[in-house]
């Protein structure tokens, strides 16, 4: 079946605008996370949603972030006025419910501020 | 504490040869240790998970084991193959927890001919 999808795949803006990443999430899958990637770096976790609880807010580093999951299924994530800092790939995975159920990524949208 | 420490940075193997990536972590709260690999402009795929419970857990060509008294856990690939240059992420997760994992800051790994 088909993986997670994310749009776009590329974005490149310049400082100050607003962004939104969308991730559609595996079909039945309750678990959704964004993660961003810098250069050379690690995955920080930013957010998680879960069914209908409240979500994981977290690992947000500002209130420029912010993130949406409408429906349960597919997710925005909001970057706001934003700053050469942000540029990173922006990952999103989804998953399963309880257990150890592994998280399905996305291939993630590279986003490049001006 | 969260954090995941992970060596080396990069790594240069000869095809045929023994990869071998270190993690290290301080959380004794965490119970779940899965490796990511990650090739280029691709997301992260999951490759092989361990519990605390086992020291050993071997699937191909690929092992991790784990030093529970050490916090440690490190991932070993035999017979490395030039298809297996990408970038290798160790994580750990919190017991009881949902699934958030955290992660180490990746190994680069590049298998030569």
């Known amino acids: 079946g088909a993986g997670v999808s994310q749009s776009p795949s590329n974005k490149v803006t310049e400082k100050g605008k607003d962004v939104e990443l969308r991730c559609d999430p595996i079909s039945g899958h309750t678990a959704l996370y964004w993660y961003r990637q810098s250069l050379g770096q690690g995955l920080e976790f930013l957010i998680y949603?879960?069914?209908?609880?409240?979500?994981?807010k977290s690992g947000l580093p500002s209130d420029r972030f912010s993130a949406e999951r409408t429906g349960g299924s597919v997710s925005t994530l909001t970057i706001q006025r934003t700053q050469q800092e942000d540029s990173a790939v922006y990952l999103c995975a989804s998953s399963l419910a309880g257990g150890n159920q592994p998280q399905h990524f996305g291939d993630g949208t590279r986003l490049s501020i001006l | 504490q969260q954090q995941v420490k992970q060596s080396p940075q990069s790594l240069i193997v000869q095809k045929g040869g023994i990869s071998i990536i270190n993690c290290a972590y301080e959380?004794?709260?965490?119970?779940?240790f899965p490796w990511y690999q990650q090739f280029p402009g691709k997301g992260p795929a999951l490759l092989i998970a361990i519990r605390p419970d086992v020291s050993e857990k071997k699937e191909g060509r690929f092992t991790i084991s784990f030093n529970k008294s050490a916090k440690q856990f490190s991932l070993h690939i035999m017979d490395s193959q030039p298809g297996d240059s990408a970038t290798y992420f160790c994580a750990a997760r919190v017991r009881g927890g949902y699934q958030k994992v955290t992660f180490g800051t990746g190994t680069k790994l590049q298998v030569i001919p």
């Open positions: 959380n004794t709260a965490f119970d779940y």
């Open positions: 949603f879960q069914g209908n609880s409240a979500p994981d």
